[in-house]
């Protein structure tokens, strides 16, 4: 079988807390920290082989030498499919809560913006499968491991998508920086897709057809744009303080 790797304590904790299935667990060898200690004996609780390797072999196995001294044999990452999250979330107390991504290629930005919708109480994320950035270990480490906690769903045609949320009753809100009406401005209860664009470009045009309402977010001195990962961190707390607001 097909293996991924997962390293950092908190994308490693979450892998091990969830339903992905993990195979060994490989620990740096003469490590204080107690957090790693914990790792093993929550993955020995749960019949995963614990392995102790030094530090140089740990990043070569992770790739990476920000490993933080764990690294996990998992399963290949699953993604969620769209029908089965609207069907186990169409009829959500306070609505479909939703963040489409169009395009993000950078994997900081992608997992530092799944790790914001995990906080801002989105239900699911929607990523293109095309010229983005998938699951890699980079991203599920970037996120802290929110990534195992929120359902990721890849999709072939975001336009497609976008229209079919329509149908299944969401508003589609698109972040773009020359819209005329701020982010402070819009009411974001009920069923709602928010839509951040990629680093360079934005949302491109013909997804940006399909949103009912494009927002910006306002500047007050410095330069004019901001990076994707931040700008849709903002929108995202601004939507879950209003629908957290009774």
Not at 33 to 46: H, M, S, V, Y
Not at 154 to 161: A, D, G, I, K, P
Request: aromatic share 6%; glycine share 10%.
């Amino acid at each position: 079988m097909k293996e991924d790797i997962l390293y950092g304590i908190n994308p490693v904790r979450e892998a091990l807390r969830g339903n992905r299935k993990a195979f060994e667990l490989f620990v740096q060898t003469g490590g204080t920290d107690q957090r790693i200690a914990k790792l093993a004996t929550l993955a020995e609780e749960k019949g995963i082989a614990v392995r102790r390797r030094e530090r140089a072999d740990l990043e070569r196995l992770a790739g990476n030498p920000h490993h933080q001294g764990v690294v996990l044999k998992v399963a290949p990452f699953i993604y969620a499919e769209l029908e089965d999250f609207l069907a186990n979330h169409q009829e959500s107390e306070g609505g479909m809560f939703l963040l489409v991504l169009d395009r993000i290629q950078d994997p900081q930005n992608l997992g530092a913006l799944i790790r914001s919708a995990a906080c801002a109480g989105v239900q699911g994320v929607i990523i293109p499968k095309d010229r983005a950035c998938g699951m890699t270990p980079v991203v599920e480490k970037a996120s802290a491991g929110a990534v195992e906690t929120i359902p990721v769903i890849q999709v072939t045609n975001l336009v497609q998508t976008l229209e079919r949320l329509k149908q299944a009753g969401c508003w589609i809100f698109g972040l773009a920086g020359e819209a005329n009406k701020d982010i402070y401005q819009a009411d974001y209860r009920g069923n709602l897709a928010l839509v951040v664009g990629s680093e360079g470009e934005g949302i491109r045009p013909l997804v940006r057809k399909h949103c009912d309402l494009l927002l910006a977010i306002p500047h007050y001195g410095g330069i004019s744009s901001l990076n994707a990962s931040v700008a849709g961190g903002i929108v995202l707390f601004e939507a879950a303080r209003q629908r957290c607001t009774p």
